[in-house]
């Protein structure tokens, strides 16, 4: 059958009173997710929706046998946690399956989901460490704590960016700030001798 989620959350549409209601979109996706991880359906995606196929028609149309969740059947007036949008189905297995693309040295498939574990969040440094590493590269503890209240106030952002290592931008604000005082140097001292000339 070629279908699409909007298809779908149409044909399941309710109405209570003149208000018509609709499953989300993230809803329907749970549940073909669900419905796929059981091998009752199969799908593929197309330009212009996705193709269902149903598994085993036979066994889910048999009087009698049913074997559909008693949230699913008539009358049912709860949906189940797995089926509510942000469900956590399975996802011990994505976990899985990801430690293994990296023990097994398998190369990630089209679709896998790979972690970058080199990827480590950002921590802001302690005073102490700042003002280290400050004097260590020829700089002051007074320019480390403005560097500290500085990036305090803005959140750590480098313009509208996390910061991903404080040492990088404490090495440009030290370099920023040895200019700034040759530039301030140079500035008086051809003050100085412009007044002495007078």
């Given at each position: 059958m070629h279908t699409s989620y909007k298809n779908i959350r149409d044909a399941l549409q309710w109405f209570v009173g003149n208000e018509e209601m609709k499953y989300t979109k993230r809803c329907v996706a749970s549940?073909?997710?669900?419905?796929?991880?059981?091998?009752?359906?199969?799908?593929?995606?197309?330009?212009?929706?996705?193709?269902?196929?149903?598994?085993?028609?036979?066994?889910?149309?048999?009087?009698?046998?049913s074997t559909v969740p008693a949230e699913f059947q008539a009358g049912s007036s709860t949906v189940p946690a797995e089926f509510q949008a942000g469900s956590t189905i399975n996802k011990n297995e994505k976990n899985e399956k990801n430690e293994n693309n990296g023990k097994n040295n398998i190369a990630p498939q089209e679709g896998d989901i790979v972690k970058d574990k080199s990827h480590v969040s950002f921590k802001p440094p302690s005073l102490a460490d700042t003002q280290s590493f400050f004097t260590t590269n020829g700089s002051s503890i007074e320019a480390a704590e403005d560097f500290i209240n500085f990036y305090e106030s803005k959140g750590w952002l480098v313009g509208k960016t996390k910061m991903k290592k404080w040492e990088a931008a404490a090495r440009g604000w030290i370099k920023r700030s040895s200019q700034a005082e040759q530039s301030n140097i140079s500035k008086s001292n051809y003050l100085k001798h412009d007044h002495d000339e007078f």
């Open positions: 549940v073909m997710k669900y419905l796929r991880l059981r091998g009752m359906v199969e799908t593929f995606k197309t330009t212009r929706g996705i193709i269902v196929t149903i598994c085993n028609y036979d066994r889910y149309q048999k009087e009698g046998s």
